[in-house]
């Protein structure tokens, strides 16, 4: 894996964005665009992509328990979002990727639009923890802008032996 990472920082909102893998020494915003300076060249990002590559984008949340130490179960999950693609929502429980679930968040409106999901969870095994980490992330380089970030999770009783 390599080991490059570079930060552009748009001034006017104060958005900071990673670019990882990316043997960049300079950025600059040209005609909407950023352009990436290297020892390999010059690249132009555009549309979701870098010089033809799409642009993997996500934001991972710390891990939170809601406030409560009991273990929880979420039974739905909503993003507030502005995209023209996929967005893919991952959530885990207690840093255990066995039992991660991913769920595809696809917009009904055309255009890149504001969208309101919320998506109701069945049941599984072992779908339940106390601290609950969250990864949205684009599918196929699609540009994204998340409103809110909603997990619906229920307090589980305790057993008694």
């Given at each position: 894996m390599s080991c490059y990472q570079t930060i552009a920082l748009r001034l006017p909102n104060r958005a900071a964005s990673q670019y990882l893998g990316y043997d960049?020494?300079?950025v600059v915003e040209f005609q909407g665009n950023l352009v990436f300076f290297g020892d390999d060249g010059i690249f132009e990002e555009g549309g979701g992509t870098l010089d033809g590559t799409d642009i993997d984008a996500h934001i991972?949340?710390?891990l939170h328990?809601?406030?409560k130490r009991e273990q929880k179960s979420i039974e739905a999950a909503g993003l507030g979002y502005e995209t023209e693609g996929s967005l893919v929502m991952t959530i885990t429980p207690d840093e255990m990727v066995a039992y991660a679930r991913e769920i595809t968040f696809?917009?009904?409106k055309a255009g890149q639009v504001q969208q309101?999901?919320?998506i109701t969870l069945r049941k599984v095994a072992n779908g339940r923890g106390r601290y609950w980490g969250v990864r949205v992330a684009n599918v196929a380089g699609c540009?994204?802008?998340l409103d809110y970030i909603g997990l619906a999770p229920v307090v589980l009783k305790r057993r008694s032996y």
């Open positions: 960049f020494n300079s991972d949340l710390p328990d809601f406030g696809a917009p009904t309101d999901d919320m540009d994204f802008s």
